[in-house]
């Protein structure tokens, strides 16, 4: 099928398979999937502009239908999601700032590309080590519990700073937290994820859990909301710029929206802990593909 | 506990073939009657083009996301929630 937007031909088929793959990720992780979906739309012949704007158009329907799903489960947590983008939005436009300062410095890609498989590394290996604790503690003791949290000691310091306003977030089962600590974290995120020039969920969904003490299918939906706007701010933006083919973003989204509900109902069936542990996985994947794309000079995304 | 995991599965594959039916057939629609249209609006005007194609991706989500679960609930099925 032609795709005259973005001047290529690529089977609808593969288009659909790609976004039936990111969207279960997507629904089961809540993340946006965009390391992965965008060298699979690279390796299709779209030129890279394209990849990362048409990525974010149809990562914006995948979100809506997962995060709809996750809602109905009681997974989202709309008061924190719509505190959190604040921050985040904010924190976005740090990070592209901190981009454009490396340019006129130079060697931009491989800052950027070596600090994102830091991070990834980190959360990957912290995200592995506090899963496996969580899943022991619970066959220890005999937990009849969905999740446990096997390091709480960021959380407790967190939920112990007493700064004004405090609030309250009944859906992720928060008493009390600062609303400067919720900020900070959505600013934190996303100035990674500007920085990094990626949607950030891979970075949000271990930090709502860790930091700000959410329980981990709450976080994974509430992750989900967030990109919805965050993914559709940048289609907007890149969209006027001429970096998103909609018809190729609709194709995908047709195998997105289903692989999303498949992962976002998967989730009933996996305690949280072993979604972590899965989840664990992802951001290797991504540091893996970050190593090949500096080590062999291709553009990955 | 069997028996309500078999429900379930079963309740949740009727509703995926129903949206994938209805999720492919809006995608034709698109492509037959607006594709060409799209095309035209990104080389000539930019910034409709933009507004269209979050309003589209965001139509396609919701909407049908809609559409199958009044679908599923005509059809006698719990849904899983």
């Known amino acids: 099928m032609e795709f005259p937007i973005a001047g290529v031909t690529i089977s609808p088929l593969a288009l659909v398979g790609i976004g039936f793959l990111v969207g279960i990720l997507g629904g089961f992780f809540g993340v946006g999937g965009g390391f992965i979906a965008g060298p699979l739309l ?46 985040t939005i904010i924190g976005v436009e740090i990070g592209a700032q901190l981009i454009e300062l490396l340019e006129d410095m130079g060697n931009v890609d491989q800052v950027v590309g070596i600090s994102y498989v830091i991070i990834l590394i980190l959360i990957s290996a912290f995200t592995a080590w506090e899963s496996i604790r969580a899943i022991r503690m619970i066959q220890a003791e005999k937990l009849a519990v969905k999740d446990v949290i096997a390091f709480q000691n960021i959380t407790k310091r967190m939920h112990g700073i007493r700064l004004w306003p405090m609030v309250s977030f009944p859906g992720s089962g928060i008493a009390s937290v600062s609303l400067w600590v919720v900020l900070g974290v959505g600013l934190l995120s996303g100035i990674l994820a500007g920085f990094l020039g990626v949607g950030g969920g891979f970075i949000r969904m271990p930090l709502l859990v860790y930091v700000i003490g959410v329980p981990t299918h709450v976080a994974v939906g509430t992750d989900l909301f967030e990109i919805v706007f965050s993914s559709g701010f940048g289609t907007l933006t890149h969209a006027l710029k001429g970096n998103v083919d909609i018809l190729i973003a609709l194709v995908m989204h047709t195998g997105a929206a289903i692989g999303a509900q498949i992962g976002a109902v998967s989730t009933r069936f996996f305690a949280g802990p072993r979604i972590r542990l899965l989840f664990s996985a992802l951001p290797l994947i991504g540091a893996i593909l970050v190593i090949i794309r500096l080590a062999t000079g291709t553009e990955g995304h | 506990m069997q028996v309500e995991t078999r429900k379930v599965i079963r309740n949740f594959i009727i509703e995926l073939v129903v949206y994938g039916f209805l999720v492919i057939a809006y995608f034709l629609l698109i492509l037959q009657s607006i594709g060409d249209w799209l095309t035209s609006l990104y080389f000539n005007n930019l910034t409709v083009y933009a507004i269209m194609a979050l309003v589209l991706i965001v139509i396609q989500a919701v909407v049908l996301e809609k559409v199958t679960a009044f679908l599923v609930e005509r059809l006698g099925l719990e849904r899983l929630e």
Request: avoid cysteine.
């Open chain 1, 42 to 87: 690279f390796w299709t012949g779209v030129p890279t502009n394209i990849v990362v704007g048409t990525d974010l158009a149809h990562m914006t329907g995948k979100s809506i239908v997962a995060s709809n799903r996750h809602r109905s489960l009681g997974h989202v947590d709309l008061k924190l999601g719509v505190v959190m983008v604040t921050g």
